[in-house]
């Protein structure tokens, strides 16, 4: 699963963030704004039941019955009253009115006392009314008004809703600010990555733009600093390596110019050798040895010529379909047949079946012949050389083992490169050109020493065509 990205990162714990504020905002808010309106709507009506029973004390201590009906209709038309009720000492309703409003209802008693009306009913008598001096005896009637609390209910839940409704509002606000703010500071690691990303496939010219943000921006020039540093550091690599394969093609080329120094110096010194005994007397029947000598050496250097002329340029690959098993056997017959001088025993397990294969059937002939002749001359001129083969689903696979003095370990991983060689007249270009066709046919081919004696030659190539880059003189390994 994807992990999410920084920018849906920072987008959630803002909301999260935000909502939970305003949760606990609203909820706290709420709380308090409904107390305060409640407790103002409470007090409001306690403050009417105090003055209800202030104004009722002078009715309630003369039994003015009509007065008191009065005070409570007066009353009673307060909004959200719905009932005021007055009572002296002993309960008796003195007088009553109500009025039918929707509920839900609450209710406030509030004691009647005269310990402040012996001055109001001194100067409504003429003379005090007298007063009861106990304490618990002050109390001469009870008000009861019933209030409804729907409107101020209505009000509150419009609040709440209101206020719910602007919450929600500003924290969407503020999501879409955040997510603007969010973006900005995404982006342009946004744009960071996908530009390392076309750099890593190849677009060394790429740069950053420096953002508007000074933290992005250090960020994008550090970034186009580090791509400035790696294309001086490629260009002087690159430098270095042409410089290198240049010095290695001279050193090749001088260690060829020595190679072909040597190996032409022995053959023409033979040759001169010759010349001067048939110059001191031609009539000699013997002579004829030293015209062997002649045709010898310079099939020698003309074998050497070739050689170089092969691995040094060889021909362009013309691929085509072949069955590579055929191949084979028509290369080991050839060969067999051309080789009269040694008494070598060919053992073949190359299967009847067609292995059909894209290759050069002109190199790889040739490849193999270097092979062969590889194998010949390491059985010091007898012995048996095995040839297997076997067609796979993707590639062809052929061994070439002989039973011969096998190659010395030091040289099994030099055994491929140029002017490697363990014979005397060798000029150790022939496995190298064959590791040249084998690399060019996309395959793979490597020597191990067998366990009982001799050599193995492995050759893997695909049978399937695909793009090779042509034989290269510098590709070989060194």
Known sequence: M????IHLRFLVTALITISLTAFILGYVGMRLFHGFVQNQFDERFQFLARYLALNSELGI?????SMLDQLANNLLAEGDMAKVAIFNASGDRLAEAAKEIPGPYAAIRESVRVKAASDESQAFF??????PSDEKLDIIGEVEIVYSTSQVNRLLKTITFWYLWLAAGLAAFSLVVFYFISRSLVSPLTRLAQTARQVGAGDLDLRMMPGNIPETREVSLAFNAML???ERGRLAVEAAQQEMVRQNLLAEMGKFSMMIAHEIKNPLSIIKSSFDMLKKDPTQPDNVIFFQYIEEEI?????LIEDFLSF???AKPSFRVVDANSMLKDCVDRFGRMDTTHQIEFETHIPDTSCLSYLDPDLFRRAIDNILKNAVEACKEQGVITIDAACMTESWRV?????GCGIQENM?????NPFVTTRAKGTGLGLAYTSQVVQGHGGSIRVENRFQKGARFIIEIPREPKQFDLFDLNSVKE
């Open 126 to 131: 003429g003379q005090a009314v007298p007063l």
């Open 312 to 314: 040094a340029k060889p």
């Open 399 to 403: 061994e070439i083992a002989d039973d």
């Open 2 to 5: 994807k992990s999410p990205g």
């Open 412 to 416: 099994l991983d030099k055994i491929f």
């Open 228 to 230: 400035d540093s790696l």
């Open 61 to 65: 201590l003369i039994d003015q019955r």
């Open 299 to 303: 099939q020698r250097i003309n074998g």
